[in-house]
């Protein structure tokens, strides 16, 4: 088994040799869908760190222009979190 990951295009690929080809692909399917669970997880984790921190600044902030750059980055980060949420 092989497993190599492409950080710019975000894409991991999972290779498996095995003597029974239907076993194989079933370990491979099952391994895809933890390791996407597991992405899944982990981009809505940091995302809503993310938020947390930018809220917490916001909270510092009284100059409009800030305020409006950290509204944008948590709308940002709040669409990862939903893409997260509704993609396989």
Partial sequence: MSVSQDKKAGLVTLSI???KPK???KWA???VVKIN???REQAVKESKKSIEYLTNQLKKTNKIEL???LF???ES???TIM???VRE
């Fill in 77 to 79: 980060q709040t669409k």
């Fill in 37 to 39: 669970t597991h992405l």
């Fill in 83 to 85: 893409l997260a949420n």
């Fill in 29 to 31: 399917n099952k391994l």
């Fill in 72 to 74: 944008n980055l948590i």
């Fill in 23 to 25: 076993l194989t692909a």
């Fill in 67 to 69: 305020q409006q750059v």
């Fill in 17 to 19: 040799e095995f003597e």
